[in-house]
Nanobody
Framework: QVQLVESGGGLVQAGGSLRLSCAASGRTFSRYDMGWFRQAPGEKREFVASVNWSGRSTAYADSVKGRFTISRDNAKNTVYLQMNSLKPEDTAVYYC?????????????????????WGQGTQVTVSS
C-alpha cells in the first residue's frame, strides 16, 4: 500500500520559516516527479512546487518563487519543501503528491490531474 506522509507543518509568525517533509512508502518514486500543493479554506487546491526525478529540474508557483525551495532525497524516498519569508497568505493545508506515469521526465508536472498519489496534508498557519 502506497503512503505519502507529510510532516513539519505548524504555526509560525510572518517572516518565519518552516521545512515540510514527505516520506513515501510502499513503492519507490525515484524515477518520477514529486510535488507540493496547498489548499486554503474555501479555495481550490493549487500548485506550489514540483521536482523531477533527478532533482535537477524544479518548478514553482509565482507566489512562492524566491521564497520556497523544493528538493528530494531518492535514497530516502522523501521530498522536502523549505519555506522562508512566510506570509499570512501562505496559510493552508499543504499536500505532498507523487506521479507515476512519466518516468525520467525533463520538466516536472504542475497540474493536480498529473499526480496519482497524495498525502493527507499538513497544516501551515502563518500569523501576522
Amino acid at each position: 500500500q502506497v503512503q505519502l506522509v507529510e510532516s513539519g507543518g505548524g504555526l509560525v509568525q510572518a517572516g518565519g520559516s518552516l521545512r515540510l517533509s514527505c516520506a513515501a512508502s510502499g513503492r519507490t518514486f525515484s524515477r518520477y516527479d514529486m510535488g507540493w500543493f496547498r489548499q486554503a479554506p474555501g479555495e481550490k487546491r493549487e500548485f506550489v512546487a514540483s521536482v523531477n526525478w533527478s532533482g535537477r529540474s524544479t518548478a514553482y508557483a509565482d507566489s512562492v518563487k524566491g521564497r520556497f525551495t523544493i528538493s528530494r532525497d531518492n535514497a530516502k524516498n522523501t521530498v522536502y519543501l523549505q519555506m522562508n519569508s512566510l506570509k499570512p497568505e501562505d496559510t493552508a493545508v499543504y499536500y505532498c503528491a507523487a506521479e507515476s506515469g512519466r518516468a525520467y521526465s525533463a520538466q516536472p508536472a504542475r497540474l493536480t490531474d498529473e499526480y496519482d498519489y497524495w498525502g493527507q496534508g499538513t497544516q501551515v498557519t502563518v500569523s501576522s
